[in-house]
């Protein structure tokens, strides 16, 4: 026993090939037998071609390369093809790195998320300049895309999102491979708004009084947005803000309706009735029918808080009160469908009941 382990080579002569009786020959050269080729050149029989020919290794996802509307270009080529904005993952704002976390960065405290491709094509469209920067899933779809080449033609950054950065922006909602950041979108003098319909002697604005659902906020946005209004007035106090879940409900309306504010909302509603507006509000019960509802010339459509409805100095202050009938019988009706109905009715939508033709005395 002693004796095999003394003629034995050591651990260190067999690695370096110096033993006489080594199994396993020196690497230096790839010798014969070693079952190993260089590196270099990949030579015949590797079984593994150059990178140039392998199809990848160019760093960008399928997203990417549909962004920038070829196969696969260079990045010089992008830039000439006019999409320069699109950024890969790990080299986006200064900063930022692989394992980015949106909602521990201090500069997205304040982000406004909007997604979807609607939305955020109503904000490229109409208030490119609200938005920050877009951002494209690896499966984005083609509609996202086309999107995104319009966001980047206005010079809007777009990139790639990092690995779970969706999620972490919108949850489990389908975002339709495509993410806005907003900037802040602060409201307007409610009074201005209300100075342009008078100057332009038609118009149509919504009123909401002490509303605090984000979400009926956004819904009566989307719903003033349909119909043409010029503007949603909100109190500065006892009243939701126009925050990311109320950007969100309102589909894209929040990118073509403008937010003002108002410190009285009674004042502001009696100034307009002074100045020729017909202020319209609602009531559960005793008001004047949908169909007295004015279809033209400058009006305000008063809706009260989910719960209280108007106040009682907001109430005194319109022009006249209308109520919804309820053919059911069942008086409870949230305040965005509230807002769908009048809206329709002061566009002049409502359906006229018609008569069911008299029998024939024949």
């Known amino acids: 026993m002693g004796q095999e382990r003394k003629d034995r080579p050591s651990g260190r002569q067999a690695r370096d090939g110096q033993a006489t009786g080594s199994r396993r020959p020196a690497r230096e050269g790839g010798a014969s037998g070693s079952g190993r080729q260089p590196r270099e050149g990949y030579g015949a029989g ?26 696969r270009p260079g990045r010089e080529q992008g830039r000439a093809g006019g999409f320069g904005s699109w950024q890969r993952r790990d080299e986006t704002s ?33 208030r490119p300049k609200q938005i920050r920067h877009i951002l494209l899933d690896r499966r984005t779809p083609p509609g996202a895309i086309d999107a995104a080449r319009r966001a980047a033609g ?37 009074d201005d708004l209300i100075d342009s319909v008078l100057a332009a002697g038609e118009g149509l604005l919504v009123a909401l009084d002490s509303i605090q659902d984000p979400q009926n906020l956004g819904s009566i946005l989307r719903t003033a947005a349909f119909f043409g209004a010029a503007g ?52 559960v019960s005793r008001g004047r029918p949908l169909s007295e509802v004015p279809a033209g010339g ?31 019988g069942f008086e409870s009706l949230n305040v965005g469908v509230t807002a769908g109905i009048m809206l329709c009715a002061a566009s002049g939508q409502v359906p006229q009941a018609s008569r069911p033709p008299e029998p024939s005395e024949d």
């Open 46 to 71: 590797s079984g593994r071609p150059p990178a140039e020919g392998r199809g990848h290794g160019t760093g960008r996802s399928p997203a990417a390369d549909r962004f920038r509307g070829e196969s």
């Open 232 to 283: 949603v007035i909100i109190t500065k106090d006892r009243s939701v803000r126009l925050t990311s879940s109320a950007v969100r409900a309102s589909a894209g309306g929040a990118a073509r309706v403008p937010v003002g504010e108002v410190t009285n909302l009674a004042r502001a509603l009696g100034r307009c009735v002074d100045a020729g507006m017909t202020v319209v509000g609602t009531v």
């Open 154 to 190: 206005l010079g809007i950054p777009v990139r790639e999102a990092a690995a779970g950065e969706f999620e972490e922006l919108v949850g489990p909602a389908n975002a339709q491979g495509i993410v806005a950041i907003l900037r802040p979108m602060e409201p307007v003098d409610g």
């Open 298 to 328: 400058p009006r305000v459509i008063v809706l009260g808080s989910e719960g209280a409805g108007m106040r009682r100095l907001v109430s005194e202050s319109c022009s006249m009160l209308v109520t919804i009938p309820s053919p059911g």
């Open 94 to 126: 200064p900063g930022r790195s692989k394992g980015f976390d949106a909602r521990k960065d201090p500069r997205l405290d304040d982000q406004m998320v909007v997604y979807g491709i609607h939305p955020v094509s109503e904000f490229i469209t109409v």
